[in-house]
């Protein structure tokens, strides 16, 4: 499994240095990380994530099928609960052959990532968990229980 | 029985229904009143599985679960 | 500045290690590297490169600055020589507050690097060094000492 | 003089030429067989900036560079 989640904020550098070491006989041509990292904004202390994983699981695999079939790879790694300002809480990384696919892939994967992966995120702010409700996206689908009957 | 699970924000305990298909799942949650602002933004899968329509017979054991607005990274 | 030339191979671990902890407090929300390593194909052992350092310190430097008019950072390594099999020849990374701007950038960087950087390839193949001519693009405005007179 | 150098995979020695303008160095270029491969392809830079014309005045001391096809990473 190339699907990793932690408890708190992630060692960047530990975890692409494996990452990187892991595949480097491969004969990968390009790789590609995206570290996103929490800023110090709108007054939070950190950010606070729930993560549903058998969904999350599914997601990933079917991402990764789609990698496989243009000869790539797909890693990432995600915190759970707390992480606190300048911590990092999310990397996910491609490896290909090629330089055009690898950065393809990683825009589509991590914008997918941001619609559709079962991640939920909250403010910690004045000692409180506040649900990201404004930056939160439904995913496709959404609403068939709210549905007129 | 078939069990309801609401994830992440939702602040719901899960219910345990004796149900038959996500029509009668739907007409029991509309009339909770918590679940109002939640009902029209939700996912929802079936045994971990995203469904799109509520033509889904559901049986004894299976698991349906809520998925509100997500924002990973 | 943060255009770094090193003889042979990069050590990538320590190069991304380095880079994501001297802005780690820079307040960016997205860290993306691109690594570009050396593949086993055609027969070759390796690649060489030769760089003309002062054009591709003044084509850095612009890009450095369109980076800056996003609020975002750039930085890169590339090796100068020989380079082996799997081994890193090229580090890019872009560092900005918003994900939409890094994965753009990052694209637009590479491409551009490709086209453009004074950077030349060479294949190591059977004891010669053979400048890779089919791989290589000619720079924007090339031509005009030949033209007819 | 005017420093001429040939970069990268072109095999030729720097030239010192005692010349004003580029349309002169194309001049002497075109009647150099071993660069007819290279001056359809080539960019040249004038003390390290790029240009895109033959319309440019050189001084005493400039340099003159020729880049052919690159290919980093």
């Known amino acids: ?149 | 029985m078939i069990r309801v699970e609401f994830l992440g924000p939702i602040q719901k305990d899960p219910l345990e229904l004796d149900i038959t298909n996500l029509n009668q799942l739907a007409k029991i949650l509309q009339e909770d009143k918590e679940l109002s602002q939640w009902l029209q933004n939700s996912a929802v899968a079936v045994n971990d599985t995203l469904v799109s329509s509520l033509d889904v017979e559901l049986e004894d054991g299976d698991k349906v679960s809520l998925l509100p607005p997500v924002c990973g990274g």
């Open chain 1, 1 to 149: 499994m190339s699907l990793e989640l932690y408890d708190g904020g992630l060692d960047v550098p530990t975890i692409l240095k494996k990452w990187y070491e892991s595949e480097v006989q491969s004969n990968y041509g390009a790789f590609i990380p995206f570290v996103g990292t929490i800023r110090d904004e709108d007054g939070i202390t950190g950010l606070s994530f729930d993560i549903y994983e058998p969904i999350l699981e599914s997601w990933f695999e079917a991402w990764q099928e789609k990698a496989k079939a243009k000869g790539a790879m797909i890693k990432m790694a995600h915190s759970r609960g707390d992480v606190m300002l300048h911590q990092s809480s999310y990397i996910s990384a491609v490896f290909s052959p090629k330089r055009r696919v690898a950065l393809e892939f990683i825009d589509e994967f991590v914008e997918d990532f941001k619609a559709s992966a079962p991640i939920w995120k909250y403010d910690l702010k004045d000692g409180k968990r506040i649900y990201a409700k404004d930056r939160s996206t439904a995913i496709d689908g959404s609403g068939i229980l709210g549905e007129k009957l």
